[in-house]
Protein backbone atom coordinates (compact mmCIF):
# COMPACT_ATOMS: atom_id res chain seq x y z
CA UNK A 1 0.00 0.00 0.00
CA UNK A 2 1.75 2.96 -1.38
CA UNK A 3 -0.44 5.82 0.60
CA UNK A 4 0.14 8.69 1.76
CA UNK A 5 -2.95 10.40 3.34
CA UNK A 6 -3.19 14.66 4.28
CA UNK A 7 -6.02 16.68 5.73
CA UNK A 8 -7.73 18.58 5.35
CA UNK A 9 -7.56 19.06 1.34
CA UNK A 10 -8.88 22.51 1.99
CA UNK A 11 -7.65 24.93 4.25
CA UNK A 12 -9.01 28.69 4.23
CA UNK A 13 -7.46 30.73 7.19
CA UNK A 14 -6.85 34.53 7.61
CA UNK A 15 -3.70 35.79 8.99
CA UNK A 16 -4.12 35.96 13.00
CA UNK A 17 -5.25 32.05 12.59
CA UNK A 18 -3.77 29.37 14.03
CA UNK A 19 -4.46 25.71 11.96
CA UNK A 20 -2.69 22.85 12.05
CA UNK A 21 -1.71 20.61 8.00
CA UNK A 22 -2.11 16.55 9.11
CA UNK A 23 0.14 13.73 6.57
CA UNK A 24 0.01 10.49 7.51
CA UNK A 25 1.73 7.19 6.52
CA UNK A 26 1.57 3.19 6.86
CA UNK A 27 4.70 1.92 4.96
CA UNK A 28 7.29 2.24 7.20
CA UNK A 29 9.12 4.80 6.26
CA UNK A 30 11.51 6.90 8.33
CA UNK A 31 11.65 9.95 6.66
CA UNK A 32 9.08 12.09 6.00
CA UNK A 33 8.71 15.56 3.83
CA UNK A 34 6.60 18.80 3.40
CA UNK A 35 6.59 20.99 0.55
CA UNK A 36 5.32 23.96 -0.68
CA UNK A 37 4.03 23.80 -4.88
CA UNK A 38 2.87 27.32 -6.10
CA UNK A 39 0.97 27.11 -9.51
CA UNK A 40 3.04 25.63 -12.81
CA UNK A 41 5.69 25.52 -10.30
CA UNK A 42 7.92 22.55 -8.77
CA UNK A 43 7.60 21.67 -5.40
CA UNK A 44 9.98 23.50 -3.49
CA UNK A 45 11.23 21.50 0.05
CA UNK A 46 10.27 22.47 3.54
CA UNK A 47 11.53 20.33 5.74
CA UNK A 48 13.01 16.79 6.21
CA UNK A 49 12.34 14.42 8.88
CA UNK A 50 14.19 10.99 9.60
CA UNK A 51 13.64 8.78 12.10
CA UNK A 52 11.84 11.59 13.80
CA UNK A 53 13.92 13.98 13.77
CA UNK A 54 14.47 17.10 11.90
CA UNK A 55 17.21 16.59 9.62
CA UNK A 56 16.42 19.38 6.96
CA UNK A 57 14.57 22.98 7.36
CA UNK A 58 15.24 24.91 4.05
CA UNK A 59 15.34 28.32 5.88
CA UNK A 60 11.49 27.92 6.35
CA UNK A 61 9.97 31.18 8.40
CA UNK A 62 8.96 30.40 11.78
CA UNK A 63 5.50 30.80 11.22
CA UNK A 64 5.53 27.47 9.81
CA UNK A 65 6.06 25.02 13.07
CA UNK A 66 6.93 21.24 12.15
CA UNK A 67 6.32 18.68 13.89
CA UNK A 68 6.40 14.68 13.72
CA UNK A 69 4.86 12.90 17.19
CA UNK A 70 6.06 9.42 15.79
CA UNK A 71 6.85 7.73 12.83
CA UNK A 72 3.79 7.74 10.85
CA UNK A 73 2.34 11.04 11.35
CA UNK A 74 3.71 14.63 10.45
CA UNK A 75 2.41 18.15 11.25
CA UNK A 76 2.86 21.18 10.25
CA UNK A 77 1.41 24.18 12.35
CA UNK A 78 0.77 27.49 10.79
CA UNK A 79 0.63 30.41 12.51
CA UNK A 80 0.43 34.35 11.62
CA UNK A 81 0.77 33.19 7.42
CA UNK A 82 0.90 35.94 4.78
CA UNK A 83 -1.35 35.60 1.96
CA UNK A 84 1.87 34.79 -0.12
CA UNK A 85 1.37 31.64 1.66
CA UNK A 86 -1.25 30.25 -0.28
CA UNK A 87 -0.38 27.16 -1.94
CA UNK A 88 -0.51 23.46 -2.51
CA UNK A 89 1.30 21.68 0.65
CA UNK A 90 2.44 18.48 0.04
CA UNK A 91 3.58 15.88 2.49
CA UNK A 92 5.85 12.69 1.31
CA UNK A 93 7.59 9.97 2.41
CA UNK A 94 10.36 7.47 1.69
CA UNK A 95 12.65 4.92 3.04
CA UNK A 96 15.92 6.22 4.17
CA UNK A 97 18.32 3.86 3.70
CA UNK A 98 21.80 3.80 2.64
CA UNK A 99 21.10 1.27 0.23
CA UNK A 100 19.63 3.51 -2.44
CA UNK A 101 18.18 6.87 -3.28
CA UNK A 102 14.84 5.72 -2.60
CA UNK A 103 11.29 7.28 -4.24
CA UNK A 104 9.29 9.68 -2.76
CA UNK A 105 5.37 9.16 -1.93
CA UNK A 106 3.70 12.09 -2.06
CA UNK A 107 0.23 12.51 -0.42
CA UNK A 108 -2.71 14.39 -2.39
CA UNK A 109 -2.07 17.74 -0.91
CA UNK A 110 -3.42 20.44 1.07
CA UNK A 111 -4.88 23.56 -0.55
CA UNK A 112 -4.06 26.40 1.40
CA UNK A 113 -5.72 30.33 0.74
CA UNK A 114 -4.77 32.64 3.49
CA UNK A 115 -6.88 35.69 3.17
CA UNK B 1 24.93 21.29 -6.09
CA UNK B 2 22.31 19.04 -8.04
CA UNK B 3 20.52 20.67 -11.29
CA UNK B 4 17.60 19.76 -13.22
CA UNK B 5 16.77 21.11 -16.91
CA UNK B 6 13.80 20.54 -18.45
CA UNK B 7 13.83 22.43 -21.80
CA UNK B 8 10.06 21.37 -23.24
CA UNK B 9 7.05 24.01 -21.43
CA UNK B 10 4.68 21.96 -23.66
CA UNK B 11 4.08 18.85 -25.11
CA UNK B 12 1.35 17.78 -27.80
CA UNK B 13 0.48 14.12 -28.64
CA UNK B 14 -2.07 12.11 -30.00
CA UNK B 15 -3.62 9.35 -28.72
CA UNK B 16 -2.24 5.70 -29.24
CA UNK B 17 1.49 7.58 -30.04
CA UNK B 18 4.72 7.56 -28.26
CA UNK B 19 6.19 10.93 -26.67
CA UNK B 20 9.74 11.60 -25.60
CA UNK B 21 9.80 13.98 -22.34
CA UNK B 22 13.41 15.11 -21.97
CA UNK B 23 15.66 15.73 -18.63
CA UNK B 24 19.43 17.20 -18.74
CA UNK B 25 20.69 17.19 -15.22
CA UNK B 26 23.98 18.27 -13.26
CA UNK B 27 25.37 17.08 -10.15
CA UNK B 28 28.81 16.48 -8.58
CA UNK B 29 27.73 13.41 -6.44
CA UNK B 30 29.25 10.28 -7.40
CA UNK B 31 25.94 8.31 -7.15
CA UNK B 32 22.32 9.33 -7.61
CA UNK B 33 19.16 8.45 -8.40
CA UNK B 34 16.89 9.67 -11.40
CA UNK B 35 12.99 9.64 -11.11
CA UNK B 36 9.54 10.62 -13.08
CA UNK B 37 6.96 12.23 -11.16
CA UNK B 38 3.64 12.58 -12.67
CA UNK B 39 1.42 15.74 -11.49
CA UNK B 40 -2.37 15.48 -12.92
CA UNK B 41 -4.70 19.09 -12.40
CA UNK B 42 -6.04 17.15 -8.39
CA UNK B 43 -2.31 17.97 -7.73
CA UNK B 44 -0.91 14.62 -6.39
CA UNK B 45 2.48 13.65 -7.49
CA UNK B 46 2.93 10.18 -8.72
CA UNK B 47 5.54 8.27 -8.67
CA UNK B 48 6.59 6.60 -11.79
CA UNK B 49 9.56 5.62 -12.65
CA UNK B 50 13.08 5.18 -11.19
CA UNK B 51 16.86 4.80 -12.38
CA UNK B 52 20.31 4.36 -10.16
CA UNK B 53 23.14 6.20 -11.66
CA UNK B 54 24.98 2.51 -11.84
CA UNK B 55 22.05 0.60 -13.28
CA UNK B 56 23.19 -1.14 -16.70
CA UNK B 57 20.18 -1.05 -18.17
CA UNK B 58 17.43 1.65 -18.44
CA UNK B 59 14.30 1.52 -16.24
CA UNK B 60 10.63 0.04 -17.58
CA UNK B 61 7.29 0.36 -15.37
CA UNK B 62 4.23 -0.90 -18.22
CA UNK B 63 4.37 1.94 -20.39
CA UNK B 64 6.93 4.39 -18.74
CA UNK B 65 10.67 4.18 -19.93
CA UNK B 66 13.63 5.84 -18.70
CA UNK B 67 17.11 6.38 -21.73
CA UNK B 68 19.46 7.19 -19.66
CA UNK B 69 22.86 8.35 -21.10
CA UNK B 70 25.06 8.36 -18.14
CA UNK B 71 27.74 10.42 -20.12
CA UNK B 72 25.31 13.01 -21.89
CA UNK B 73 23.67 13.18 -18.36
CA UNK B 74 20.33 13.19 -19.78
CA UNK B 75 17.29 10.67 -18.33
CA UNK B 76 14.48 11.23 -20.74
CA UNK B 77 10.95 9.46 -20.30
CA UNK B 78 9.49 7.89 -22.81
CA UNK B 79 5.14 7.18 -22.70
CA UNK B 80 4.43 4.54 -25.44
CA UNK B 81 0.97 4.07 -26.63
CA UNK B 82 -0.03 7.43 -24.82
CA UNK B 83 -3.91 7.92 -23.12
CA UNK B 84 -5.91 10.69 -22.63
CA UNK B 85 -5.61 10.37 -19.23
CA UNK B 86 -1.31 10.90 -19.68
CA UNK B 87 -2.41 14.64 -19.92
CA UNK B 88 -0.81 16.23 -16.66
CA UNK B 89 2.21 18.06 -15.36
CA UNK B 90 5.55 15.81 -15.78
CA UNK B 91 8.57 16.19 -13.33
CA UNK B 92 11.95 15.31 -13.93
CA UNK B 93 14.06 15.05 -10.27
CA UNK B 94 17.15 13.61 -8.68
CA UNK B 95 18.63 12.77 -5.26
CA UNK B 96 22.09 12.20 -4.45
CA UNK B 97 22.06 8.80 -2.44
CA UNK B 98 22.90 8.63 1.17
CA UNK B 99 26.92 8.41 2.36
CA UNK B 100 28.02 8.52 5.11
CA UNK B 101 28.45 11.94 6.54
CA UNK B 102 26.13 12.87 4.44
CA UNK B 103 23.29 14.63 4.88
CA UNK B 104 22.10 15.65 1.25
CA UNK B 105 20.46 12.52 0.58
CA UNK B 106 16.54 13.92 1.72
CA UNK B 107 16.63 16.39 -0.97
CA UNK B 108 15.15 16.06 -4.04
CA UNK B 109 15.68 18.47 -6.96
CA UNK B 110 13.05 18.90 -9.28
CA UNK B 111 13.31 20.41 -12.90
CA UNK B 112 10.73 23.10 -14.05
CA UNK B 113 8.16 20.78 -15.10
CA UNK B 114 6.45 19.56 -18.57
CA UNK B 115 2.85 20.02 -19.36
CA UNK B 116 2.20 17.12 -21.57
CA UNK B 117 -1.66 17.01 -23.55
CA UNK B 118 -2.55 14.15 -25.25
CA UNK B 119 -5.13 14.84 -27.97
CA UNK B 120 -7.90 12.10 -29.32
Known amino acids: DTEVTQTPKHLVMGMTNKKSLKCEQH?????MYWYKQKAKKPPELMFV???????INESVPSRFSPECPNSSLLNLHLHALQPEDSALYLC??????????????FGPGTRLTVT | AQKITQTQPGMFVQEKEAVTLDCTYD???????LFWYKQPSSGEMIFLIYQGSYDQQNATEGRYSLNFQKARKSANLVISASQLGDSAMYFCAMRAEPHAGGTSYGKLTFGQGTILTVHP
Open chain 2, 27 to 33: TSDPSYG
Open chain 1, 27 to 31: MGHRA
Open chain 1, 49 to 55: YSYEKLS
Open chain 1, 92 to 105: ASSQDSSGRAYEQY
